[in-house]
């Protein structure tokens, strides 16, 4: 059964840091795209990045430079690390795979950025 657990949200001030993880069960991470996504309260889900590989990412215009993504094969996870964060970072994060053409998502993992 595939799943998906994201953790590591939290409240944090601007110009913050947070480290969200994805946990993955049910399929090799190392085999597959990984996504980040995020929806703010009112606005539509917002893709923030895609891993390929343990190298080759993908980053949003919006969260490039601040935000880096990392894998852990061994324990099958990803992780985002969040840096520089501001209001405009304040979203539901969730975590996505495709596998055989269906998605597959989190529950996702609520930042929120304020003072």
């Known amino acids: 059964q595939v799943q998906l657990v994201e953790s590591g949200g939290g409240l944090v001030q601007p110009g913050g840091s947070l480290r969200l993880s994805c946990a993955a069960s049910g399929f090799a991470l190392s085999n597959n795209v990984m996504n980040w996504y995020r929806q703010a309260p009112g606005k539509e889900r917002e893709w923030v990045e895609t891993t390929f590989t343990s190298t080759i990412t993908n980053y949003a215009d919006s969260v490039k430079g601040r935000f880096t993504i990392s894998r852990d094969n061994a324990k099958n996870t990803v992780d985002l690390q969040m840096n520089s964060l501001t209001s405009e970072d304040t979203a539901k994060y969730y975590c996505?795979?495709?596998?055989?053409?269906?998605?597959?998502w989190g529950q996702g993992t609520q930042v929120t950025v304020s003072s």
């Open positions: 996505n795979v495709i596998l055989l053409g269906r998605d597959y």
